[in-house]
């Protein structure tokens, strides 16, 4: 679909940093709500970090202190930086983008995904 695309996963070794981003288009990024899930394997999906298009954020306990979401409005960008990276931070990390409405059910879309690993 294209809708959204990510980068910036990688190898990375415990206690170090990575910065993902999402790419999105204007109409989406404007008033939809950006965030970044992750899943692992053998795990359910989980919501990492989000952030309104009015700038509210929202972390998991796991990830309070060491993730930083953002949004460049200029540039139709959403980050996610990740400091003291954790071994159980591993997981294929996805951007979404959602749209909750009153007239029908929520909007929402996914980019392909960016595999983060954390291992020395």
């Known amino acids: 679909q294209g809708q959204l695309g990510e980068s910036g996963g990688g190898l990375v070794q415990p206690g170090g940093s990575l910065r993902l981003s999402c790419a999105a288009s204007r109409s989406i990024f404007s008033i939809y709500t950006m965030g970044w899930y992750r899943q692992a394997p053998g795990k359910q999906r989980e919501l990492v970090a989000s952030?309104?298009?009015?700038?509210?954020?929202n972390y998991a306990d796991s990830v309070k202190g060491r993730f930083t979401i953002s949004r460049d409005n200029a540039k139709n960008t959403v980050y996610l930086q990740m400091n003291n990276l954790k071994p159980e931070d591993t997981a294929g990390y996805y951007c979404?983008?959602?749209?909750?409405?009153?007239?029908?059910?929520?909007?929402?879309?996914w980019g392909q995904g960016t595999q983060v690993t954390v291992s020395s």
């Open positions: 952030i309104t298009s009015s700038g509210s954020t």
């Open positions: 979404n983008a959602n749209q909750n409405r009153v007239s029908g059910p929520p909007r929402n879309f």
